[in-house]
Nanobody
Framework: VQLQAFGGGLVQAGGSLRLSCAASGRTFSGYLMGWFRQRPGKERELVAA????????YHADSVKGRFTISRGNAQNPVYLQMNSLKPDDTAVYYC??????????????????WGQGTQVTVSS
């Protein structure tokens, strides 16, 4: 069972990127899913999450109004649209799933399937 985040890259401040999460080994339909990031010198933090039904979403205050999480299909179960990027958004971004939970949770320990990250670098 694997998740792989991709879509990162180098972008200027104010630009946009769309991150995708590729799934293999199982379907993640109905799973709570989230996007985390780890900025240089800081702990991993939850950026956005979406419930298994897609009805409930969470966005961290630091990205609210700029980032949008959405559900996709079986091959790409979750996306993160990032607009108005700032240098402070520079981080490795990870997608994650909670295989035993469908409802919303912002607790990192809830997520037990993690993908390899993708680097996002925002230049000023």
């Amino acid at each position: 069972v694997q998740l792989q985040a991709f879509g990162g890259g180098l972008v200027q401040a104010g630009g946009s990127l769309r991150l995708s999460c590729a799934a293999s080994g199982r379907t993640f339909s109905g799973y709570l899913m989230g996007w985390f990031r780890q900025r240089p010198g800081k702990e991993r933090e939850l950026v956005a999450a979406i419930s298994g039904s897609g009805v409930s979403t969470y966005h961290a205050d630091s990205v609210k109004g700029r980032f949008t999480i959405s559900r996709g299909n079986a091959q790409n179960p979750v996306y993160l649209q990032m607009n108005s990027l700032k240098p402070d958004d520079t981080a490795v971004y990870y997608c994650a799933a909670a295989q035993y939970r469908s409802s919303m949770s912002i607790e990192a320990r809830t997520y037990d399937i993690w993908g390899q990250g993708t680097q996002v670098t925002v230049s000023s």
